[in-house]
């Protein structure tokens, strides 16, 4: 069975820019969550969706934005890119009933804000 | 608020040598708890989990116990190889279907031979 498949793996932007980053999760789950990762600040989660809906949100500017689609993949887009938004950003998928406290990761995209 | 607090790193062992990594926790109430490991370049796997308190989490060697009177999740392994060279992640969630995990700030381990 596939796992938690995330595009890019690896992007450059500059500052001012935008970018956008895919995730597909594992067939079958229909939550997908955002975790950015830095050596500053560590795991920091970005936000869930679940069924098309932003279920919970962390303490990010409004820069950050995610969206779900009805086949449960997940988009995240990060606007007028800063230096500082240069991290791994990981999603994560998992599913509903017994068992659903378990996160699945992806590999991540690495972004570097040049 | 809630929080993961893990002993810092760099951990260095040799292989077959004990390993501890400690982990306390503040929650606002009952938490599950994880331990989760990241290889060089890759995402982050779960290595094992606990949902309530006195619950023993296991796997490929590793074990923690979910400790609510000293609110501690260490992760012990009785012989480290070399391939056990990674980043270990403690974290938490207090619902009850991990919709948003707090994590620790992770402990690089290196298992030299």
């Known amino acids: 069975k596939a796992g938690v498949t995330q595009t890019p793996r690896y992007l450059i932007k500059t500052r001012g820019q935008q970018v956008t980053l895919s995730c597909s999760p594992i067939?079958?789950?229909?939550?997908v969550s955002w975790y950015q990762q830095t050596p500053g600040q560590g795991l920091q989660f970005l936000f869930e969706y679940f069924s098309e809906t932003q279920r919970n949100k962390g303490n990010f500017p409004g820069r950050f934005s995610g969206r779900q689609f009805s086949n449960s993949r997940s988009e995240m887009n990060v606007s007028t890119l800063e230096l500082g938004d240069s991290a791994l950003y990981l999603c994560?998928?998992?599913?509903?009933?017994?068992?659903?406290?378990?996160?699945?990761f992806g590999a991540g995209s690495r972004l570097t804000v040049l | 608020g809630n929080s993961v607090t893990q002993m810092e790193g760099p951990v260095t062992l040799s292989e077959e040598a004990f390993l501890t990594i400690n982990c306390t926790y503040t929650a606002t109430g009952y938490p599950s708890l994880f331990w989760y490991v990241q290889y060089p370049g890759e995402g982050l796997q779960l290595l094992l989990k606990?949902?309530?308190?006195?619950d023993k989490g296991s796997n490929k060697g590793f074990e923690a116990t979910y400790r609510k009177e000293t609110t501690s999740f260490h992760l012990e392994k009785g012989s480290v190889q070399v391939s056990d060279s990674a980043v270990y992640f403690c974290a938490l969630t207090l619902s009850g279907s991990a919709r948003q995990l707090t994590f620790g700030s992770g402990t690089q381990l290196t298992v030299l031979p």
């Open positions: 067939s079958g789950h229909r939550s």
């Open positions: 606990a949902t309530k308190a006195d």
């Open positions: 994560a998928s998992r599913r509903q009933g017994s068992g659903a406290n378990v996160l699945t």
